[in-house]
């Protein structure tokens, strides 16, 4: 079965960049959509990005002009490339297939953006 593991995250002042990876130990092409997931203390996970296998994308309005996913299907990999940050960004990153199955949840990647 395929193994999602996050990284990238880290602490960062608003404003600040960070560029998030989210490698599968097996092939994801098959996993049709790819999404980025975040989860902020005391609140639900939420969508925040996703891209299709044919390499359409779609960005939450919070994020959308601030944040670009893209997927490298021969590394297997999908990647977020998260610019101006905001200390509202801060969570726990995850990455999983849209929409989100139980099956593959890592430990996710926390973003700290500090005001």
């Known amino acids: 079965q395929v193994q999602l593991v996050e990284s990238g995250g880290g602490l960062v002042q608003a404003g600040g960049s960070l560029r998030l990876s989210c490698a599968a130990s097996g092939s994801i092409f098959s996993f049709d959509v790819m999404g980025w997931y975040r989860q902020a203390p005391g609140k639900q996970r939420e969508l925040v990005a996703f891209i299709t296998s044919g390499g359409i994308t779609n960005h939450a309005d919070p994020v959308k002009g601030r944040f670009t996913i893209s997927r490298d299907n021969a590394k297997n990999t999908v990647y977020l490339q998260m610019n101006s940050l905001k200390p509202e960004d801060t969570g726990v990153y995850y990455c999983?297939?849209?929409?989100?199955?139980?099956?593959?949840w890592g430990q996710g990647t926390q973003v700290t953006v500090s005001s």
């Open positions: 999983n297939m849209v929409p989100g199955s139980n099956a593959y």
